[in-house]
């Protein structure tokens, strides 16, 4: 059993943060969703990890190299971008008739990811994606057998067809079999979910795949990376692991907080990163060996890695070099 997590991505609404890390490096609670997924896909029974990267990829190849994981993590660099379909494709190429595991990489959720790999197994098509209601991406149109009949506006056009189509979300979790995605040449760019509209065409739908309960949130962005920290915050603890819940004020043993310091609402401090004396910090997030100076207020900002911090800021997000 394999998996791929999506790594390529630009990462545009998480400018400037993406100036920093990629996109999948980004901590949550100081778990890097890299991180987040690796551990959870060990626990599903996975033996590989296949991380597809593109921009700042010298960052990820460091990542993977320095640090020991649970289960091998082998890095495809893309020497141009190729898309969610030519990243998956080229990705398969060496698997022969093994089905794939595939996660984008920016979201975060407790999927029984290796249980969902079995029930696409058993039910013998060529592609399965897990969907659920999320109104605010419910663009994905799915009949009352599960079969997936739309993406976007020709899944609106059939749900007003009113044939008792439903309207769900995909939660950036699929399952595909190769043969699905031989006719296409390694190294190409493609859009995955325009090879799916092709399978419909063909008459072999994707099907639906469900898990009640699920709890599924996407970082994509500054707003919804900050609302996840807060929401993890608040969760009963061991909500989510790998990552931490329940501490409203996370803080990394290797940070330094000095007397005088003073946090509120929901704060995140990283590893290597001094807090020095008398600064208040208010809804704050800061990643790894930054510097909030003596006196600094912050509130609803994020600093990232290195960044030398002073004075006051409000609803920023401040990195090395950027004023």
Same mark, same amino acid.
């Given at each position: ?7 390529? %991505?630009? !990462? ?24 987040? &997924? ?13 991380? $597809? ?31 969610? !379909? ?17 996660? /984008? ?23 399965? =994606? ?8 419910? /663009? ?5 057998? %599960?079969?997936? =009949? ?6 609106? @056009? ?9 309207? =769900? ?7 595909? $079999?190769? @043969?699905? =995605? ?22 072999? @739908? ?9 709890? &599924? ?15 993890? !915050? ?31 609402? #929901?704060?995140?401090? !990283? ?24 006196? #600094? ?27």
């Amino acid at each position: 059993m394999r998996a791929m997590i999506l790594a390529a %991505g630009l !990462g545009t609404r998480l400018h400037p943060l993406t100036d920093v890390r990629p996109k999948v490096m980004i901590p949550v609670m100081g778990t890097s969703i890299l991180d987040f &997924w690796v551990e959870r896909l060990h626990r599903g029974k996975f033996e590989a990890a296949i991380l $597809n990267a593109y921009h700042l990829k010298e960052k990820l190849v460091e990542e993977i190299s320095e640090k020991p994981r649970p289960i091998p993590v082998e890095v495809h660099i893309e020497p141009v971008l190729l898309g969610t !379909g030519g990243g998956i494709r080229t990705a398969l190429e060496p698997l022969g008739d093994e089905p794939l595991a595939v996660v /984008n990489g920016d979201i975060v959720c407790d999927a029984p990811i290796g249980k969902l790999y079995s029930e696409h197994l058993e039910s013998g098509v060529e592609v399965s =994606l897990l969907l659920h209601d999320w109104p605010e991406f419910n /663009n994905v149109a799915v009949d009352r057998d %599960g079969a997936v =009949l739309g993406f976007g506006k020709e899944a609106r @056009q059939i749900r007003a067809g009113g044939n008792g189509a439903r309207m =769900l979300a995909f939660t950036g979790i699929h399952f595909i $079999n190769p @043969q699905a =995605l031989r006719e296409y040449t390694p190294g190409v760019p493609y859009n995955i979910i325009d090879i799916y509209r092709r399978l419909i065409s063909r008459g072999s @739908q994707p099907r639906a795949l469900f898990s009640p309960g699920l709890f &599924w949130r996407e970082m994509g962005s500054i707003e919804s990376y900050t609302r996840l920290t807060a929401e993890l !915050g608040g969760m009963a603890a061991e909500t989510l692991s790998p990552i931490e819940t329940g501490r409203r004020a996370w803080i990394h043993p290797d940070a330094e907080i000095s007397p005088g310091v003073v946090l509120n609402g #929901s704060v995140v401090v !990283g590893k290597g990163t001094r807090v020095l004396d008398g600064a208040h910090l208010e809804d704050v997030i800061v990643w790894e060996n930054a510097t909030i100076e003596p006196g #600094s207020r912050l509130k609803r900002c994020i600093v990232a890695d290195s960044t030398v911090v002073s004075g006051p800021h409000c609803d920023e997000v401040l990195v090395p070099g950027r004023k």
